[in-house]
């Protein structure tokens, strides 16, 4: 059974950093196309990053401040936030499908495979 569990979120002040990890457990890790996605109150679920097969995706909005990476050894998911905004508040969840990402990956429908987030908070 596939399973995902998120940790590392909590509460930072703007201009602050975080690392959230996602272990996973269930499956051929590295066969997989791994995200991270993020849902504010009120708002729908937005994909921030995704991993797995070629180069990582990105939203515009975290380009350049989050980093996405893999550990296949440990079966772990990173993002590696900096340069943290009071926007970026919200309920983070680790994603995971079969096969390798592509342009959809940013796309909650694309995933089947669901953590049950962590919560990242920053203070203005």
């Known amino acids: 059974q596939v399973q995902l569990v998120e940790s590392g979120g909590g509460s930072v002040q703007a201009g602050g950093s975080l690392r959230l990890s996602c272990a996973a457990s269930?499956?051929?890790?590295?066969?997989?196309?791994m995200a991270w996605f993020r849902q504010a109150p009120g708002k729908e679920r937005e994909g921030v990053a995704a991993?797995?097969?070629?180069?990582?995706y990105y939203a515009d909005s975290v380009k350049g401040r989050f980093t996405i990476s893999k550990d296949n050894a440990k079966n772990t998911l990173y993002l590696q936030m900096n340069s943290l905004k009071p926007e970026d508040t919200a309920m983070y969840y680790c994603?995971?499908?079969?096969?390798?990402?592509?342009?959809?990956?940013?796309?909650?429908?694309?995933?089947?495979?669901w953590g049950q987030g962590t919560q990242v908070t920053v203070s203005s």
């Open positions: 991993v797995g097969g070629g180069s990582p």
């Open positions: 994603a995971a499908v079969l096969g390798f990402c592509g342009t959809w990956s940013l796309s909650a429908v694309g995933y089947n495979y």
């Open positions: 269930g499956y051929t890790y590295s066969s997989y196309c």
